[in-house]
């Protein structure tokens, strides 16, 4: 593809920016697309003044859409023109799309996640869900799984606090009582039913990669399936213990392929076929260095 002055820009906001995937997924997207556009990476620093400044200047350039990571996902709220029902109930945004007078608001982390459960097979409706974790990313997971009709979710965290002000918030806005707060260290109290469990903390994460929140195996025969939201490295601690144990278990990364299809669909107004999505993963995959 020649950049010349039809090309369409579309880029990150984030700081740091230097290790994002996204420029890969994006750039890959166009060349197999045949579409004249590239994604760059712009490194935002500052909190959301600076962030709205970015945006309306984002905006002044014709800038097609953004994806925003962190630190940024909250402080980008305020310099919106419009939001997605679902991104306004988790209050994060990773994806603006450009809309008469300003962007719009999304968050495809939560609806890639969906995406790739569901390209793995993994539905979330009738469920009994185990939530590691209550931070973004569990607090994400929880609305999406009150939102698909769960049966039960478990939201166990380290801080019990913060695992009910979760559980509150989302059983209020989804009009359900379906997500019950737990502390991590009473997982033993976990009814004994069969489990899809999400690892949505940050523990494992590369370097720590021999570390999970929990390591009883008893814990994890009640799993038949696990789900880790972190793709670094690609078979984490707790995909391990869930695999030992005789359970499924899947890394983030197809989570983080379809987050960056499904904004690129957004921005362009059309489908990525599930053929085109095995191509980009590859690349993922190769860029990642893993085999399988
Ligand atoms: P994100 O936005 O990616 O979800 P976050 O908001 O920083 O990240 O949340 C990190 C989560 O990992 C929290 O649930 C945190 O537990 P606390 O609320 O108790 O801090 C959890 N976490 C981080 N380190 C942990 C550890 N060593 N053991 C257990 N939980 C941990």
């Not at 400044?53 to 980008?76: D, Q, S």
């Not at 260290?185 to 021999?210: H, I, N």
């Not at 195996?217 to 690609?234: L, M, N, Q």
């Not at 359970?247 to 960056?260: E, F, N, P, S």
Request: hydrophobic share 40%; aromatic share 8%.
């Amino acid at each position: 593809m020649k950049i010349n002055g039809k090309t369409r820009v579309c880029g990150l906001i984030g700081n740091p920016v230097e290790h994002t995937l996204s420029p890969l997924i994006h750039n890959t997207l166009a060349e197999q697309l045949s579409h004249n556009l590239v994604y760059v990476p712009f490194l935002t620093e500052g909190g959301e003044k600076e962030v709205k400044r970015a945006v309306e200047g984002a905006y002044a350039l014709n800038i097609l859409g953004m994806n925003v990571t962190v630190p940024h996902k909250e402080h980008v709220l305020a310099a919106l023109k419009e939001m997605d029902p679902l991104a306004e109930k988790i209050k994060a945004v990773n994806t603006l799309v450009r809309i008469p007078g300003g962007y719009k608001g999304y968050n495809t982390d939560i609806m890639g996640l969906h995406r790739a459960m569901e390209s793995e097979g993994i539905y979330l409706e009738g469920e009994n869900v185990i939530l590691l974790g209550a931070g973004g990313a569990a607090r994400a997971m929880a609305f999406l799984c009150a939102e698909c009709k769960a049966e039960k979710v478990y939201l166990l965290n380290r801080t019990y606090e913060k695992a009910a002000q979760v559980a509150d918030e989302v059983n209020r806005k989804s009009g359900t009582d379906c997500v019950i707060p737990m502390d991590l260290s009473d997982y033993r109290s976990l009814p004994d039913k069969r489990f899809l469990a999400v690892q949505c903390t940050s523990v494992g994460l590369y370097p720590d990669t021999e570390k999970a929140v929990i390591y009883d195996e008893a814990f994890y025969r009640k799993i038949h399936t696990g789900y880790d939201v972190i793709y670094r490295p690609a078979n984490t601690r707790f995909m391990r213990l869930v695999e030992e144990a005789g359970g499924r278990a899947y890394h983030g990364l197809k989570m983080l392929l379809y987050q960056g299809i499904i904004a690129y669909e957004l921005w362009n107004g059309m489908k990525v076929s599930e053929e085109t999505a095995e191509k980009i993963y590859k690349r993922m995959k190769e860029e990642m260095g893993i085999e399988a």
